[in-house]
């Protein structure tokens, strides 16, 4: 059965840019490693009267750096403007932002979300879209644009304190059309935009460190109307699990409010994550409600055509176009390439790897998937943190391919390398790990496993076929783990034949 709503979603996403100054002064960014509240100020940055700002030339470069990456235009005359609103952790009482003309806007990114089912599924009605539909798209990015964040509030029972210690750090806003109409096709925008800020070294990506958020516009529509309802927006979603959470919930409710003859009401949600629910905060703002008008204490960018492209050079090859080479020069399955390109580091690490190695890509792929991500995600490590050099770990995954080692002693083997370091063919041989590949020797242990039990030899020529699991646990258990598994799985077959009554 067709749906009878679709969803209609944008993001906004809010990156920290990393600079070694704030966006209007000269006062250390790095807010999380500030000795105590309240050191890293000046009186730019927390609003005295008569302070004057300057822009942070790293930032604008960053911030065009982005909008190249995600295929904007970039304006050669941008301005700032001021955000008017009141809250405790805005000290100046506006938000230097950019509104009418911002440094970047009219990009676009390719989307393509896996399914997904993050919403109730309910007679009648289904708000995914049916396969085929609203799979494999391009989501249009509407601006990118400058602006300073807010101080950190801490709220205790009867108060709250303030840090202005990240007050006016650089922030980027990047603003999507309502284009995407999936809880899915929303993750995956935003994981794409996320490991394009992580490769072009703008932003850590560290959600739980509060460095990037998101806040999502939701609204639901009948299928095949253009109309667009009114919309909620949901407030500081700081990771991914949130973010399909949040906005699978709000499409459900929009559309119980509507089946029940009801209406949506404009206005700014927070996100439960321990219910699992969205909040009321506060009615939605239009833009008329932050009372926009340009900042009088900034000049105008002028960015000729010459300073665009010099940052356009230093653009590195971006995750699509990398998994579309691994795709084509290594013959990975596309799942496989997008798994290695989903961090910078771990696809460069592939590369030297696989450039090292004898072995085939697809063999390194499942090394660094299987094995050594395992390693990793047990010891709570990142591949940032890797210091097993390529070469290393190339040997290793070579030895188990030309089956000088089996695999459960590569296992063995790759664990001393991170643990302490070394050289594999030492490591083998210094807890005798080398396989054992004569064909004789193995035919022995299989003649002796099989002889010595009988019942369970008639039990599988019987028809219980899951004892032959039980049987290669023998053989693995005689030699140690070191028998060449395909040498003893054939002979263990040939002796259970042999041996039907």
Known sequence: MRPTYEPV??????????????MFCGCSADYASAPEPNTNICPVCTGLPGALPVANRK????AALVGLALNCSVNKHNTFARKNYYYPDLPKGYQISQYELPICENGWLEVNPSPLTPLPKREGNNSLPPEGEGRGMRVRVRR???EEDTAKLFHEKNYALVDFNRAGVPLLEIVSEPDMRSAEAALDYATKVRAILRYLGVNSGDMEKGVLRFEANVSVRPVGSDELRTRTEIKNLNSFRALTRAIAYEIERQIQIYES???????TLGWDDVRGVTTSQRSKEEAHDYRYFPEPDLPPLQLSDEWIESIRTRLPELPEAKTARFISDFGLAPSEARFLTSERTLADYFERVAAKAKSPAKTVHSWIAGEFMRYLNDSGLSIDDVTLAPETLAKLIDMVTDKT????????VLTELFKNGGDPAQIVKEKNLLQLTDVNAIQEIVTKILNDNPKEVDEYNAGKEALFQWFMGQVARATKGKADPNVAKELMVKGLEERKK
């Open 9 to 22: 979603i944008g993001l906004e996403i809010h990156a920290e840019l990393i600079t070694n100054s704030k």
């Open 405 to 412: 080692i089996g695999a459960s002693a590569g296992k063995t």
């Open 144 to 146: 990118v644009h400058i």
């Open 261 to 267: 003859g009801g209406a949506v009401v404009q206005e």
């Open 59 to 62: 930032a604008i470069e960053l």
